[in-house]
């Protein structure tokens, strides 16, 4: 059952890793600009958006009650691109 085990999920590695592996343009692999942001600044938006029942957010508000419905889709691509354990 082991060894059968390890050929599943290195073929899965390997899909996968061709899946979502880097992207190649004209022979080389491009660099990506996703800089995190600085702890300072995502503490601002949480404590300025914290409270939604301000006047200054009542439109904001439907807005981000309409994008609810996209929350589980996210949530299931977030856990898609995890990199599962036997990955590494």
Avoid: C
């Avoid at 290195?10 to 996703?34: I, M, V």
């Amino acid at each position: 059952l082991t060894p059968r085990l390890n050929s599943r999920a290195k073929k899965w590695g390997q899909l996968n890793a061709k899946r979502f592996g880097r992207k190649k343009a004209f022979g080389y692999a491009q660099a990506t600009n996703d800089d995190e942001l600085p702890p300072e600044h995502v503490r601002k938006i949480i404590k300025d958006h914290g409270d939604m029942t301000s006047r200054k957010f009542r439109h904001d508000k439907r807005v981000y009650l309409g994008a609810l419905k996209y929350m589980p889709h996210a949530v299931f691509k977030l856990l898609e691109n995890i990199p599962m354990p036997w990955e590494q």
